[in-house]
């Protein structure tokens, strides 16, 4: 059986490609024993994650799969601080997460994590340097202007920065999206389902600029898609199925992830 199973085991680090590929990876994302049960009683009782033990290296980009209901959502929602578990340690850039209280987790997401979504989630009243610029503002923090200008040329939107979200195209939006998480340099830059409202060439354009962060910029990156193409963009792929990491793969070709998810 090709198949390897690696059931709840926090696994060696795999030297990341890019700015990184000379050293060895560090764990930025830990996870021990995380459990995440829904409803309390016993007939609507879910186990989403069931005792997931993972480290996450930084620099690397990071792919999450596996079939609808598997418990990828709650996953990432859970290592963003987005969502809390019922048991487990979570750690963040050094940050045990899992102890924080509401307000302190709002302050680690705001300095810590950038989201992109698949529905973009962009504010359609304000232009894309406005959308770009405004989690920074919210959090009352000065926009690096050099770096603000790298980002939005590498992403190519100096020429749309006057440009209101409907004014741009889907895959123009999800770039804008792309802008806004980066330009607070993150430690951990989380994706769900990135590509999930794109066409195949705006969604292959959005996936380099994720495999570019990683590449050029060191940004770790974890994504979560349903797509086997594009899960197999990363450096690794994580296999989710009833709420256990069932496959941990390095580098893996797009054949492999289909072989495993079959
Ligand atoms: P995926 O992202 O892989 O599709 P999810 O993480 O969204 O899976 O869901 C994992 C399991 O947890 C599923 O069985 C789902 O129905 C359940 N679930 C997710 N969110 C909730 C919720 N808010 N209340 C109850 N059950 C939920």
Do not use: C
């Not at 810590?112 to 923090?141: W, Y």
């Not at 969604?203 to 590449?215: I, M, P, Y």
Request: proline letters at 4%; glycine letters at 8%; charged letters at 20%.
């Amino acid at each position: 059986m090709a198949h390897q199973t690696v059931p709840n085991q926090a696994s060696q680090p795999t030297p990341a490609r890019g700015r990184h590929a000379s050293q060895t990876a560090m764990p930025i994302v830990q996870l021990r024993g995380v459990t995440k049960v829904y409803g309390g009683d016993e007939a609507t009782r879910v186990i989403a994650l069931d005792n997931v033990n993972v480290d996450i290296f930084e620099g690397q980009f990071t792919s999450i799969m596996g079939p609808s209901g598997s418990g990828k959502s709650t996953l990432l929602h859970a290592l963003a601080g987005l969502d809390s578990v019922t048991s487990g340690v979570i750690s963040v850039a050094g940050i045990e997460i899992t102890s924080l209280g509401d307000k302190a987790l709002t302050h680690f997401r705001r300095d810590n994590i950038g989201f992109v979504f698949q529905s973009f989630n962009l504010v359609p009243t304000i232009d894309a340097e406005a959308n770009i610029k405004l989690p920074m503002r919210l959090a009352k923090r000065t926009v690096d202007a050099t770096w603000m200008g790298q980002v939005v040329d590498a992403l190519q939107l100096r020429e749309r920065l006057h440009h209101k979200p409907h004014e741009l195209s889907g895959g123009q939006q999800q770039r804008v999206a792309v802008a806004r998480a980066l330009v607070s340099r993150p430690a951990v830059l989380v994706a769900d389902e990135p590509t999930g409202n794109l066409d195949s060439t705006s969604s292959a354009e959005v996936l380099t600029l994720l495999r570019d962060a990683a590449d050029q910029l060191g940004q770790t990156v974890i994504m979560v898609t349903h797509d086997t193409n594009a899960a197999a963009i990363a450096d690794r792929t994580l296999i989710v199925r009833d709420g256990k990491i069932v496959n941990d793969l390095a580098k893996p070709s797009v054949d492999k992830i289909a072989e495993v998810t079959r």
